[in-house]
């Protein structure tokens, strides 16, 4: 096995960081997104604010209190990146972050399925987070060097902190995996429960089409990471799942192949569309 | 008794108490700080192992009531606040946890007791938060009556609780002000916000003001805390410096406190208020508010449902203690 492509968060260094007011300010001065730019940013979007409405269930029933504190942080980093991708996805059509959160139906979002899926116990959620957490540091990597500046500096910030979190699901899928019994059995069917959603995560549309050098092509990580996670599932003494992959039914990311999306976004909305309007 | 200390020079015990008990009476007396290390009574010891657990515990179960709300959040932005508080909490608890170890209990024992009902923490968290607007009072009022508590505490004569105050009132004062803004932009919002806010406050006010615990007549623990400089303030005093300060709060959110007999008393420069319902003070204290069953079962089966992971990550790391630092680089 070899350890040497599991690299640590630790040694990232921080770096220049993004904020929100300096993406605003760019908006101020004209840079808006194209539709095509913005349905990006909202797919993009959608996937770190579906995952962190999952993440942020755990803040206090995590199974120590230090990982109340690290799915915490780890859901704020990503709602991080959902808002600025959401203002910028926004700034097309001049809608907010909030009119795209709370005032979108299920069919109009363009989450993927493996964020959707349930918690389960801390192994799911664990299997969800190796998946997402190397997928995206691939995608923020490549997207860091988009010819959309605003793109460009989203994916900057976001690829520092994906690095931890990727870090984190590393860490535990190694202590599930060679921990006890119980805990490599809990693993194993954990991912293979969320395996079949992979398949969704690298398949290009037309958009990326249309995109190119803007967007990251999402076919172009698989190999990458294919053999990341079959690096660190063999260090952790866990299998490859040997699933089929759940058909892209209705198109990819439409939601049409998911039944937890409604959920999700009836939790989500529930307080804010019965107060259409109104300022929080 | 004659014992052997590590340099093997035989001392007398009775001499090490008498000597311990003069440094320690001498650094109180002098209004400094005990450390770890430092002899000390069994009774301070103990007063402040409960004192440090309660407090960490009222941090751990009080994410119950605010992280019922993160999933619903109105906006991104209320959530992604209300995220950090939450966080914040769990830090709390850590480090309370950490002080409180420091006096030779360790965090397990200490979870325990909370586990099988044997500790308390703080009875606000037995009241739910129904509304949007509850996080907004809960910032304002029982955060709010917390830095009360907790800002003398930053002098408390025992060092780890004085320094871990300093840090915790930091950040609670950031979690008051975050309440006080979601009730400002809720009173100033629509009348069903606004209807809201004030209901989060009628139901909440009342609890709050009992945070500083039962009156200076039937507090059984105050006494010998002052003398040992860690509470500063009576339950009684902190009350009545609490309602004059939300007072105006209340005005300037355009809110009205619960309380028909709450008035300015010119002579006595303070405001005068009503009376509290102790009999549901010691209610709830005693387990029978309205969520105490809820909030110890969740608590319960957090820790239940954590066993396996816990247990996998140590016997992950009595197997791998060198292959580790290998894989996580230096």
Redesign the interface.
């Known amino acids: 096995m070899s350890?040497a492509t599991?690299?640590?968060a630790?040694?990232q260094s921080a770096g220049t960081a993004i904020t929100a007011e300096e993406i605003a300010e760019g908006l101020h001065e004209g840079h808006t997104a194209s539709p095509d730019v913005a349905r990006y940013a909202l797919t993009l979007g959608d996937d770190a604010?579906i995952l962190a409405?999952r993440l942020?269930?755990w803040?206090?029933?995590?199974?120590?209190?230090?990982?109340?504190?690290a799915l915490?942080?780890i859901?704020?980093d990503l709602?991080?990146h959902?808002?600025f991708l959401?203002t910028y996805a926004g700034s097309a059509d001049g809608r907010t972050?909030?009119d795209l959160?709370?005032f979108r139906t299920e069919e109009e979002f363009r989450s993927c399925r493996l964020v959707e899926q349930p918690n389960g116990?801390?192994a799911h959620t664990i299997a969800r987070q190796l998946l997402f957490s190397q997928y995206a540091y691939l995608l923020y990597r490549e997207l860091a060097g988009s010819a959309d500046s605003v793109l460009g500096a989203i994916a900057d910030k976001a690829l520092k902190e994906v690095a931890y979190h990727r870090d984190h699901a590393t860490?535990w899928t190694?202590?599930?995996g060679?921990?006890?019994e119980?805990?490599h059995r809990?693993m194993q069917e954990a991912i293979e429960h969320v395996w079949p959603y992979l398949e969704e995560l690298f398949t290009d549309e037309d958009l990326h089409d249309r995109l190119e050098g803007i967007a990251v092509r999402p076919s172009s990580l698989r190999a990458e990471f294919d053999a990341h996670v079959a690096d660190v599932l063999a260090?952790a003494t866990l299998e490859v799942p040997q699933v089929p992959q759940a058909m892209a039914y209705g198109g990819v990311r439409s939601g049409a192949a998911s039944e937890h999306r409604g959920f999700i976004l009836a939790?989500?909305q529930?307080?804010?569309v019965r107060?259409p309007?109104?300022?929080? | 008794m004659t014992v052997t200390d590590s340099s093997q020079i035989p001392v007398d015990r009775a001499e090490i108490e008498r000597a311990g008990q003069e440094h320690f009476d001498r650094i109180v007396a002098a209004d400094s700080r005990i450390e770890p290390r430092d002899w000390m009574p069994e009774g301070y010891r103990k007063t402040l192992t409960r004192q440090i657990s309660q407090h960490a515990h009222s941090e751990?179960i009080g994410?119950?009531p605010e992280?019922n709300w993160?999933?619903?959040?109105?906006?991104?932005?209320?959530?992604?606040i209300l995220?950090?508080k939450?966080?914040d909490e769990?830090?709390h608890?850590?480090y309370l946890?950490s002080a409180a170890e420091t006096l030779g209990t360790p965090r397990r024992e200490l979870n325990q007791q909370l586990l099988h009902g044997r500790a308390k923490y703080s009875s606000i968290f037995n009241y739910p938060a129904r509304t949007?607007a509850d996080m907004g009072a809960i910032g304002w009022l029982v955060d709010g009556a917390a830095i009360a508590n907790q800002v003398p505490l930053c002098r408390c004569s025992y060092g780890p609780y004085g320094r871990a105050m300093v840090r915790v009132c930091k950040e609670e004062s950031f979690h008051q002000r975050q309440g006080w803004e979601?009730l400002h932009?809720?009173s100033h919002?629509?009348p069903?916000?606004k209807q809201m806010a004030q209901d989060a406050v009628d139901r909440l006010y009342a609890p709050a003001l009992m945070m500083f615990g039962p009156p200076d007549s039937d507090s059984s623990n105050s006494d010998q805390s002052m003398a040992w400089n860690i509470k500063r303030f009576s339950n009684d005093e902190l009350r009545q410096r609490f309602v004059d300060m939300i007072v105006p709060q209340a005005e300037a959110l355009g809110l009205t406190l619960p309380d028909p007999d709450l008035k300015w008393n010119e002579e006595r420069g303070h405001y005068d208020f009503g009376p509290l319902d102790w009999d549901e003070f010691w209610r709830v204290v005693k387990g029978g508010g309205p969520l105490n069953a809820q909030r110890m079962q969740?608590r319960r089966?957090?820790h239940a449902?954590?066993?396996?992971?816990?247990?996998?990550?140590?016997?992950?790391a009595a197997?791998?203690t060198t292959t580790t630092t290998?894989?996580?680089?230096d």
């Open positions: 350890f599991i690299d640590s630790t040694k604010l409405q942020g269930w803040i206090s029933r995590a199974p120590e209190m230090e990982e109340d504190i915490g942080n859901a704020l709602l991080g959902a808002r959401l972050e909030d959160a709370y116990d801390f860490q190694l202590r599930l060679d921990g006890t119980e805990s809990r260090a939790e989500m529930s307080l804010a107060h309007g109104a300022t929080w | 751990i994410m119950q992280a993160i999933t619903r959040a109105p906006s991104l932005k209320r959530k992604a995220m950090a939450v966080q769990a830090g608890g850590l946890y949007w979601i932009a809720l919002g629509t069903a916000q969740r089966e957090a449902e954590g066993a396996w992971v816990r247990e996998a990550a140590e016997a992950y197997k791998h290998a894989l996580i680089g």
